[in-house]
């Protein structure tokens, strides 16, 4: 049996084949691709198990009439001839000769049913294009449905929060309306970051509105980051410092910050540190100069020596 299979593009490209799902589309090439050289094959559940397909995937192949089933499992490609051509010294005759024997070909190579021999099965009493009309409906039946279901489940009964029509069990819709509520509360309700200390809640909580009008970030794992840097810079001694943290988040509002730096240091303490550092000179100076004074006092009536005084 050959190993490689060919696909014609009068067959694929028609719109008959296209208008289907590609998951059927698909099926019709993994089909394809198994049968053998005569377009047979007896293991298309198989096959439909390994790519994912569904039986309605089949039955739209079979009612298109791209296959033709037959009782026992046994199918055939019904437009093997036009996409495959061997040569005879690499052809197989397939071992289902009785339904081989069932088939005619047509002028264009397309396999058709000899009536006179019976009607595989799969093929349906009614017409095509009945056939493909119940399908279709039934589909669209199906899909209507599912809708229908959605939108009762999303209904609420006024007061109660219990859905009007669901297949869960009543636990199942409580633990789910509790859960809602819980999202409900969190949306309404801020977290309360700093329980224990009203002022610098309400500073921090300042900070975080700046920051949402700025575009940064305020997820649950910023907000950790943020608390963790605010906690070490607040914490110079290795305990927090509420004062310096209150100090930190300002400085961020007044300079719209998405972040939190260290205090700067101001002008005005620079000042001050200037003047104690210029009252130290001074008086060092003073001290200096009383200790000269101090050593020239005559002691027993007699002046003191400048030999070592002498500035």
Same mark, same amino acid.
């Given at each position: 049996m050959a190993e490689k299979r060919m696909f014609s593009k009068m067959i694929v490209d028609s719109d008959a084949f296209l208008e289907m799902p590609l998951s059927t589309q698909a099926l019709y090439f993994h089909l394809s691709m198994r049968a053998d050289d005569d377009g047979f094959l007896n293991n298309a559940k198989k096959i439909m198990r390994l790519i994912g397909a569904n039986q309605?995937?089949?039955?739209?192949?079979?009612?298109?009439?791209f296959i033709i089933q037959f009782p026992e499992g046994i199918c055939v490609i019904k437009h093997w001839r036009i996409n495959n051509y061997l040569r005879r010294d690499? /052809? +197989? *005759?397939?071992? /289902? +000769? *009785?339904e081989k024997a069932m088939?005619?070909?047509k002028d264009n190579r397309a396999?058709?049913?000899?009536?006179?021999?019976?009607?595989p099965l799969g093929i349906p009493v009614v017409d095509q294009m009945e056939t493909q009309n119940r399908l279709d409906k039934n589909r669209l039946d199906k899909f209507n449905n599912n809708i229908a279901s959605a939108k009762q489940k999303l209904e609420v009964i006024e007061g109660d929060n219990v859905p009007k029509s669901s297949t869960k069990c009543p636990i199942e819709?409580?633990?789910e309306i509790d859960i809602e509520k819980e999202k409900e509360i969190k949306k309404k309700k801020p977290l309360v970051y700093f329980p224990d200390d009203e002022e610098l809640e309400a500073v921090f909580q300042d900070y975080l509105k700046l920051r949402k009008k700025i575009k940064a970030v305020n997820s649950e794992r910023a907000i950790n980051l943020l608390g963790n840097k605010l906690n070490k810079m607040a914490s110079p001694n290795g305990y927090f410092d509420r004062e310096i943290a209150i100090q930190l988040l300002n400085q961020s509002i007044e300079n719209s910050w998405k972040t939190i730096y260290p205090l700067r240091e101001s002008k005005k303490s620079n000042d001050v540190l200037g003047a104690i550092k210029e009252y130290a000179a001074e008086r060092s100076m003073n001290d200096s100069r009383r200790m000269y004074e101090d050593a020239r006092i005559p002691q027993n009536g007699l002046p003191a020596s400048n030999e070592f005084f002498d500035f």
């Open positions: 309605n995937d089949y039955d739209l192949l079979v009612s298109k009439a690499r /052809y +197989t *005759e397939t071992q /289902y +000769t *009785e088939l005619n070909i396999y058709t049913l000899d009536k006179s021999k019976g009607k819709i409580e633990k």
